[in-house]
């Protein structure tokens, strides 16, 4: 019985990692279109 709470939670972890790590590619991918769009900006300005 333990053991399959232990599997549950295992699977549990590995969801939420997994969509942890993909929000984190989303976030890097948002912060580097920012930059891009910042620097186009930036030569706008100048």
Same mark, same amino acid.
């Given at each position: 019985? &333990? #053991?399959?709470?232990? &599997?549950? @939670?295992?699977? !549990?972890?590995? !969801?939420? /990692? !997994?969509? /942890? +790590?993909?929000?984190?590619? %989303?976030?890097? %991918?948002? /912060? $580097?279109?920012? +930059? #891009?769009? &910042?620097?186009? @900006? #930036? +030569? +706008?300005? $100048?």
């Amino acid at each position: 019985m &333990n #053991k399959i709470i232990q &599997n549950l @939670t295992f699977f !549990e972890l590995a !969801e939420f /990692y !997994e969509n /942890y +790590i993909k929000f984190l590619i %989303f976030k890097l %991918f948002l /912060y $580097k279109m920012n +930059i #891009k769009f &910042n620097s186009k @900006t #930036k +030569i +706008i300005k $100048k």
